[in-house]
């Protein structure tokens, strides 16, 4: 079965473009989480979707970050304009948690590098 | 707030040697627990995944126990191969907010031949 997938792997731009980054979760999956990571700060939790509805957002840093989810398989993350300090490896993961015990494992794709310069 | 510690940051082990890793949290009211794995370049892999009411977790050579009254987990890597060389994450998950993990910032483990 496919993992989550994330485009692109890599992406360098200069300072105060728009930046998109994409996801598709695994097919079935009714959660999906965006992270980010960076050497200062580890691994913090964006935001995430319950059935393409975003249910917390509290770690999106700024409001030049927006994420939306249009259906269930696919979900964008995008940083308008973007800053050299947004420069990080950003994670998308799936989770089957509807109905179930909420004891399932998160998923994660293999992630964006993103440079702003 | 819930935080999340992992001594040591790196560890350097000879192949055959059992690993131990271990994982602290502050508040005891979490929904479970998991490990993962990270190698370079590469997103995380789950490993095990500890509800809240067991005791330990077991999979081939990994074994991971949690103590929630003492906020500790541990995972034990017997007889380590140089392919278990990687960085290795604990998370929590909080009885109160589903989805949400709190991560460790791992321990970086490295098998030598």
């Known amino acids: 079965d496919a993992g989550v997938i994330q485009s692109p792997r890599h992406e360098v731009t200069e300072m105060g473009q728009e930046v998109t980054l994409r996801c598709k979760p695994i097919?079935?999956?009714?959660?999906l989480f965006w992270y980010r990571q960076t050497m200062m700060r580890g691994l913090e939790l964006l935001i995430y979707f319950n059935n393409n509805v975003p249910i917390d957002d509290s770690g999106m840093p700024e409001d030049r970050f927006s994420a939306k989810m249009p259906n269930a398989s696919f979900s964008t993350l995008k940083i308008q304009p973007s800053e050299p300090r947004d420069s990080a490896v950003y994670f998308c993961a799936s989770t089957l948690g509807g109905g179930g015990t909420g004891n399932q494992p998160q998923h994660f794709g293999d992630g964006t590098r993103l440079s702003i310069l | 707030k819930q935080e999340v510690t992992q001594i040591p940051a790196a560890l350097s082990v000879p192949e055959g040697e059992n690993l131990v890793l271990n994982c602290s949290f502050t508040d005891s009211a979490i929904y479970n627990l998991q490990w993962f794995r990270q190698d370079p370049g590469k997103g995380l892999t789950s490993l095990l995944l500890i509800q809240s009411s067991q005791r330990e977790q077991t999979s081939g050579r990994l074994n991971a126990s949690l103590d929630k009254s003492s906020g500790r987990s541990t995972l034990y890597i017997a007889a380590s191969q140089p392919g278990d060389s990687a960085t290795y994450l604990c998370?929590?998950?909080?009885?109160?907010?589903?989805?949400?993990?709190?991560f460790g910032a791992g321990t970086q483990v490295v098998v030598t031949p």
């Open positions: 998370a929590v998950r909080r009885s109160d907010s589903w989805g949400k993990l709190q």
């Open positions: 097919s079935g999956h009714d959660y």
